[in-house]
């Protein structure tokens, strides 16, 4: 690298145009930049490929793992599909189960409240039958017109005198 003289010599003066001077030869500093600059420069090339390089392997990494994602989620997709097949008829069954036990209990409910009606019918039975039997003796006892109404007392001018 260049030393502090060298850095200083950039900045000197040169001989304006015109004439030549004595030891006026024009600074070449562009030849004096690019040797200033291509040590660095090289080390920079060797950085670059490294980068690139490092890059490149992070990118295929990269990818691969993102495969092995890909996969993983779908194993678990794939898993949960199973386990809710498993859950859907678990909880068929289970639901299948309490509807069996609840038409159980209203079946042995509806058993129970025809028995009970059953046996109001056979309690009650024998007294409606003798008022069905008293009211048909009394009506067979009742002489009836042909309309099936019984006689009035008198007939419609039951309540008149004659003059």
Do not use: C, W, Y
Request: proline share 8%; aromatic share 2%; charged share 35%.
């Amino acid at each position: 690298m260049a030393g502090l003289r060298d850095f200083l010599l950039r900045f000197r003066p040169v001989g304006s145009p015109g004439r030549a001077s004595p030891g006026g030869v024009p600074a070449d500093r562009t030849a004096e930049l690019a040797a200033e600059l291509e040590p660095p420069l090289a080390l920079l090339e060797g950085a670059e490929d490294e980068a690139r390089h490092i890059r490149n392997s992070a990118a295929r990494e990269a990818a691969a793992k993102r495969r092995a994602a890909e996969r993983r989620a779908e194993e678990i997709v794939e898993h949960a599909r199973d386990r809710a097949r498993e859950v859907r008829a678990t909880s068929a069954a289970r639901v299948r189960r309490d509807a069996e036990t609840e038409a159980a209990e209203l079946l042995a409910t509806a058993q129970r409240e025809a028995a009970a009606v059953r046996r109001r019918a056979e309690e009650r039975m024998p007294a409606l039958l003798d008022r069905v039997a008293r009211l048909v003796a009394e009506d067979i006892g009742t002489p009836r017109t042909p309309t099936g109404e019984p006689p009035s007392s008198g007939g419609p001018d039951s309540g008149r005198r004659d003059p």
